[in-house]
Each structure stands twice: as C-alpha cells, then as structure tokens.
C-alpha cells in the first residue's frame, strides 16, 4: 500500500517569503494530488501531476517520478496563504492516500 | 467540475445511534468516494462506491458499520451506525473528473458523539 509523507509538518513564515512543502511516496502512483484545506474543513484541490511541472498564479507543483517525490512551493506568500496543505497519491478507481498535512501560517 | 453538496453539514449525536450523510453530486460519475478525517489526523479512505454494485471497503472499515447506498450516478449516503465517541470527525464524499482525474470534494459534515 502506498504510504505518503510529508516535510514540514509544520511551517510559519512571514508574509512575502518564498515556501516549499516536500512530499515523497513509496510505491508507483497515478498521479500526485496537491490539496489545500482552510479551517472549518473544506477541501480544494490545487493540482493534479503526473509527470513534470504546473504552475498556477503563485503555485507551482513539481514532481520527480524517478525519486518519487514531490515538491509545492509558493512564490510572493501571503496570510491569506495559510491553510493545511495535502498532498494525496492515487486516484482512478482506488481513491487517494493521504499525506498529514503541513500546517502553514504567514504572518503579516 | 464537479459541485459536491452534503447533508448534514455537522451534528451532534448520542451514543449508539446512527447517523445517515448525504451526498450529491450536480453531475454523473462512476464512482464516488467517501473519506473520514478523525481529530487533528490527515483524511482516511473509507470505502469507494460504484453504481449498481457493493460498495468496496479499505481495511479496518466494515459494511455493518458504515453501510453506504449509491442508488444513482448523482447521489450517495454512508450511514454511521451504532455511534461511539471515537466516530468524532468529519466525513466528506469526493469524486474524481471523469477526463482529467480531478478530485473534487463536498464541503464534510462534522460529526460530534456524545
């Protein structure tokens, strides 16, 4: 079964700084989820890779089949940034494995 | 996209009851998933249903408990039955896009057993 893990669980920033959340999986997936949950539990996926590189806005998602890792950084980083950001292996027809999370505060 | 309602957005139980959740989908998918996320915890796959067959259960979760319906390709519940305190989270139902993968999820329904 696929085992996920994250680094760092948790993280403070001040706001403008530049933040990498690692992930690493241990067996061949899918696909690699990104995901960010805000406080009061809901649940919104940032990206969805593969193979190679996506950027949205000021996300940008990495990922390295071969070292079967995973990296979400985000450029500019602002308070309204903060949340729990997931990354999750699988999907298709066997549902996602979940990493724990990384905690993230950027304070003004 | 996929837009994920569910009901009931939170409730608080007595022990040994059980308490049915609701989700609805504003499209028609294959498979719909449902997932626990305990106190302070990451989300943990419960079972995965399919329209017209038994829903598939991940270890350590079993139909007596978590018995779920998917009587359509929209609509999906799990009932938790025969609640103790340690049934405490939020339960959230997802789907995945049927052409891109995507995973989209319902806003969770927190439960509280007393």
């Known amino acids: 079964k696929n085992e996920v893990e994250q680094s760092p669980q948790n993280l403070t920033a001040q706001e403008g700084e530049f933040i990498t959340i690692n992930c690493s999986y241990s067996?061949?997936?899918?696909?690699l989820h990104w995901l960010q949950q805000h406080p009061g539990g809901g649940i919104v996926s940032l990206f969805m890779?593969?193979?190679g590189k996506k950027k949205h806005g000021r996300l940008i998602a990495t990922i390295n089949i071969q070292e079967k890792h995973s990296s979400l950084h985000i450029t500019a980083s602002h308070p309204r940034d903060s949340a729990v950001y997931i990354c999750?292996?699988?999907?298709?027809?066997?549902?996602?494995?979940f990493g724990k999370g990384t905690h993230l505060i950027i304070q003004p | 996209s996929a837009v994920i309602s569910q009901k009931p957005s939170r409730d608080i139980c007595q022990r040994g009851t059980s308490l049915t959740i609701q989700c609805q989908v504003d499209?028609?998918?294959?498979?719909m998933f449902w997932y626990r996320q305990q106190p302070g915890q990451s989300l943990t796959l419960i079972a995965t249903?399919?329209?017209?067959?038994?829903?598939?259960?991940e270890s350590g979760f079993v139909i007596d408990k978590f018995p779920i319906s998917r009587p359509n390709l929209t609509f999906s519940t799990l009932t938790v039955s025969n609640m103790s305190p340690e049934d405490s989270s939020i339960y959230l139902c997802?789907?995945?896009?049927?052409?891109?993968?995507?995973?989209?999820f319902g806003p969770g329904t927190r439960l509280t057993v007393l």
């Open positions: 249903a399919n329209q017209g067959s038994e829903a598939t259960y």
């Open positions: 999750a292996g699988g999907g298709g027809a066997d549902g996602l494995t």
């Open positions: 997802s789907v995945a896009g049927t052409i891109t993968g995507e995973q989209f």
């Open positions: 067996v061949g997936i899918s696909a």
């Open positions: 890779l593969s193979s």
């Open positions: 499209s028609q998918v294959t498979m």
